[in-house]
Each structure stands twice: as C-alpha cells, then as structure tokens.
C-alpha cells in the first residue's frame, strides 16, 4: 500500500505565492508519474501538472508560467510552486502519482489540501 501526505495549503492574498509538498510512503517499489490535481467547490477536479520520472513536465494552460512542478525520486517526493496566485486558483489541492505497489501497480490520491486565494 503507498501513502500521500499534502502539505503547504492555506490563504494567501492574489499576486502570491504558495509551494506546495506530497509525500509518498509505505511499500514502494518504483513510481511513475507524479501529479497535481484541483477541485474547486462545484466543479470536477481537473490535473494542473504532472512530471514524468524522467522529468518531462506538463501544465494545465492556465497555471502555464506560474506553476511549476518538481520532484525528488530519492524522496519519493513531489512539489508544486504557485506563483502569481489568482483567485480562481481557489480549490483543494490533491497529489496524485502512479506507483507499483507490493501487490500491484495503480494510481493513489492523497487526502487534499487546501488552497484559497483572496482578492
């Protein structure tokens, strides 16, 4: 079973910035794809960014120049700095990654985190 544990929420004013952690634990053989995804209250939940364990990188377009995604694959870690903060940036945060775990190999969420963005 793996494990992700969000950190780095909470209320920031628009122009701001946020970084945001996701750490994975428990039995880990090798993991994939890293992700973040956003929910904001009525709407379906949507990928912001996702990093490949090589490193390639992709955004949505509308955080495109101000987020950015990273990981340490040494910590089973990955990050998401949110610059230039917009209130519609508002939602709970989840970390998503794509793991082999001891019995198989599917995706895993962590419990959310929430973002929200004053104008």
């Known amino acids: 079973q793996v494990q992700l544990v969000e950190s780095g929420g909470g209320l920031v004013q628009a122009g701001g910035s946020l970084r945001l952690f996701c750490a994975a634990s428990?039995?880990?053989?090798?993991?994939?794809?890293m992700a973040w995804f956003r929910q904001a209250p009525g709407k379906q939940r949507e990928l912001v960014a996702s990093?490949?364990?090589?490193?390639?990188?992709d955004y949505a377009d509308s955080v495109k120049g101000r987020f950015t995604i990273s990981r340490d694959n040494a910590k089973n870690t990955v990050y998401l700095q949110m610059n230039s903060l917009k209130p519609e940036d508002t939602a709970v945060y989840y970390c998503?990654?794509?793991?082999?775990?001891?019995?198989?190999?599917?995706?895993?969420w962590g419990q959310g985190t929430q973002v929200t963005v004053s104008s």
């Open positions: 998503n990654c794509n793991a082999q775990g001891q019995l198989s190999r599917r995706d895993y």
């Open positions: 428990g039995s880990i053989f090798s993991i994939f794809h």
């Open positions: 990093i490949t364990s090589g490193g390639t990188m």
